[in-house]
């Protein structure tokens, strides 16, 4: 069994980069409260984020540093609650995280803060990217290209089943949800697809295309997958890399805690599903990341390991991860 990378704090939905020849690791910061566990995921009350480097992704991590507080919940004027899982990217010498949490109405939506290096400090922007909605963005610039795109979305807690539509939620919300809105069901419904949207070359706002649906298709039929396809299909935890000329969007299953991928020749899709990544690890949620470091492909993920199992109190962890000659991911797993 792999140790947590990081046992200082409980830390999860680690987001990992390589800046200056070091890893930087973007996780979420998990804390000790009473809130009852429900589906609008209430329990996970993060306020703030630390960021985390190393030049070692081998045990027993004598080279990792905290580089600390970059921002917190006060920090963002928009913000009223919940800093879940962030990711960052790096453009003409600018640092860029990028963020979800709830509005003053309840709504996640997407903010950025810029920093002048990877460890920040990071000031954020006095309002969320426009026609942000949901969670989970995850940063993507194309090394090839030099594009730059946000990838996003979560069910249930996350939102994303509310805009199920260009004209955003299904119903008006001036307060914060009380209750999970449906997902499609019943035969032939289409599971939720993640969204994503390219950044403009302010790398604070969407183009104006906005947020897209990125669709994931079934390999024995080429169809979008099904809502009822739950071993499949995108819950939340979005990812994009890239190997070759492959585009590899990977993601979590959520009920049935899954990490799974798809893959394409663009960023935009669509994607065919590949396979598993990573069985179900103790705790409820799985969120991930991956890297390419020093010529070796790494697997960011979390556990409950230092928590013995208490699901919002969650532990960064890392495994090597490789690939077949066909393109194929697979993990050596415990």
């Avoid at 295309?209 to 809502?227: F, S, V």
């Amino acid at each position: 069994m792999t140790p947590p990378l990081i046992t200082t704090i409980y830390t999860a939905d680690p987001s990992a980069h390589v800046f200056n020849d070091r890893v930087y690791i973007y996780p979420s910061h998990d804390r000790e409260t009473d809130i009852a566990f429900n589906d609008n995921g209430d329990q996970y009350d993060m306020a703030d984020y630390h960021v985390f480097s190393t030049s070692s992704l081998e045990p027993p991590y004598t080279d990792l540093v905290d580089h600390g507080v970059v921002l917190r919940t006060d920090d963002v004027p928009w913000a009223s609650k919940q800093l879940w899982a962030p990711d960052a990217a790096c453009k003409d010498g600018k640092y860029y995280l990028y963020f979800p949490a709830r509005d003053q109405q309840g709504i996640f939506r997407i903010g950025v803060a810029v920093g002048d290096a990877p460890e920040g400090p990071f000031k954020a922007d006095p309002e969320p990217i426009p026609g942000s909605f949901s969670i989970d963005p995850a940063s993507f610039v194309d090394p090839d290209t030099g594009d730059a795109y946000l990838y996003f979305g979560g069910l249930w807690g996350g939102q994303l089943q509310c805009y199920q539509s260009p004209a955003g939620p299904t119903t008006p919300k001036t307060t914060a949800p009380t209750s999970t809105p449906p997902e499609p069901a019943g035969a032939g419904a289409k599971a939720l697809f993640p969204k994503y949207a390219q950044l403009d070359a302010s790398m604070r706002k969407f183009t104006p295309e906005g947020a897209q649906d990125l669709i994931i298709l079934a390999p024995e039929t080429g169809e979008p997958l099904a809502a009822d396809d739950h071993d499949r299909r995108f819950f939340e935890a979005a990812w994009m890399h890239k190997r070759g000329d492959t585009y590899y969007f990977s993601y979590s299953t959520g009920d049935t805690h899954y990490l799974v991928y798809a893959t394409s020749k663009s960023p935009r899709g669509p994607f065919t599903y590949g396979g598993r990544i990573l069985e179900p690890v103790l705790g409820w949620t799985t969120h991930h990341s991956i890297v390419e470091f020093r010529g070796r492909w790494w697997l960011f993920h979390h556990d409950c390991e230092l928590s013995k199992g208490v699901n919002h109190l969650r532990c960064v962890k890392v495994r090597e991860l490789f690939y077949d000659d066909e393109g194929r991911i697979f993990t050596k797993q415990d």
